[in-house]
């Protein structure tokens, strides 16, 4: 069941809120010792939450995503709920307030059932880096389901919930949506607030939906979308009805095939996947062409300066003084705050802090950051060029389908390629989405769609139209209980 087909049981009186919820947190039950998608449960607040929407239902008309279970990745900052960003620094935190997109949620009369498990402080691409405990995928426990928001498109595709929120810095809403087989929204950067959200980098962190099909993931969207006074780098601009363009035709839309993101590299079983669905998008009636993005083979290594170079800046603030792991045992605050965060960080999250304090260093600014900067630019301006002649960008989300466990957690590189199809859209800014798109070697395969800033209405009118005609609609993955 869809959260919009949950939303039509629930104001016809044919199913309670309460019902739905303890069906979620059973399924939870059942599924988490052998799937490991969140970090913690609430069963507790999700049940309140549950009984306050079905009166809320019952006294009059309410958002659609009233007594929808919800599950929120735990990078969000939620009141009275442990939020751990996947790490020791954080492990029993308990944040005052919500953050803007928890706030909205709650307002509407959402159900949050649990905090979803990630890679530590969202930097990775498996969610084996997560300080507690590894997610795998659904649809092969032997496999990765991607990361960081890898508990969230988990959790949704194995019915843990129904949809949820995760965010996405280079690629870590689309990968894994793309390796667990559900949609998964990139918004433009500044269409929804970052208010709460624990920064990792602040030019490119951005949060969204991940939903089993294409209208639950726009009902979400326009529920968290809007300009906020607590975040100046929201956009404040009018929210579209991003229901409405769902179900109109997408004759006539150009649809631009990059070259660099179909060369080498790319599984076969991928690329078979993605050209089919590109030319289901041409037998909609959209123009299909070739485009040429330049500087794609330079987002990778610009990434990997720009991102951990603000992650050092924002991780500054964990030394073990007003809140997060203190190591007790140290003789003086010097030796506390060095100690405490070697010990709190987990590898990952001290390789990116120390490249990021390289590559701002004085001997180095120049040369690395600075440098990465002026290629971004670079990067933006291929994006900016192609949109002037075509409407969206229809490319691969990653080269392969998910990997195995283990496979790449020893060798960053490798790792780190997983990245290079999404990464180039976190670099402009724009707005971009994964829509399943088949299966290969029994493992889901998810086409990427990209438009400029302030597009979400195409891409999800084009998404919509590729997911009905190719009716490729949510499959549930048989998870072993």
Known sequence: MTAHEASGLLRNREISSVELTEAVLERIG?????????????????????????????????????????GLKDVLSTADVETTCGSRMLEGFVPPFDATVVGKLRGIGAVFTGKLNLDEFAMGSSTENSAF??????????????????????????????????????????????????????????????FGLVAFASSLDQIGPIARDVEDAAILLEAISGGDSNDSTSLHVEVPNYCEVLGRSIEGLRVGVPVEYFGSGLDDDVKELVLKAIDQLADLGAEVVDVSLPHTEYALATYYLLAPAEASANL???????????????????????????????????????????????????SYYLKAQKVRTLIRSDF???FQNVDLL????????????????????????SDAMTIPASMAGIAGLSVPCGFAEGLPVGLQMLGPALSEPTLLQAAYAYEQEAKILFKAPSLDV
């Open 30 to 70: 059942q599924v988490e010792p052998n799937l490991g998608a969140h970090i913690s449960v609430t069963s507790d607040l999700a049940m309140k939450q549950a009984n306050a929407a079905d009166l809320a239902i019952q006294e009059g008309v309410v958002h659609s995503l009233c007594g929808i279970p919800i």
């Open 133 to 194: 405990h590894v997610t795998k995928n659904p649809w092969d426990l032997t496999r990765v389901p991607g990361g960081s928001s890898g508990g969230s498109a988990a959790a949704v595709a194995s019915y843990e919930c129904m949809v949820s929120l995760g965010s996405d810095t280079g690629g870590s809403i689309r990968q894994p949506a793309s390796f667990c087989g559900v949609v998964g929204v990139k918004p433009t950067y500044g269409r929804v607030s970052r």
């Open 316 to 366: 500054a603030r964990y030394n073990g003084v007003k809140y997060g792991y203190s190591n007790l045992e140290s003789v003086d605050v010097s030796d506390m705050m060095a100690s405490s965060r070697a010990r709190g960080f987990g590898e990952e999250v001290k390789r990116r802090i120390m490249l990021g304090t390289y590559a701002l260093s004085a001997g180095y600014y120049d």
């Open 384 to 386: 900016d060029e192609v």
């Open 394 to 417: 229809a490319a691969p989300v990653s080269p392969s389908v998910a990997f195995s466990l283990g496979d790449r957690i020893d060798d960053p590189y490798e790792m780190y390629m």
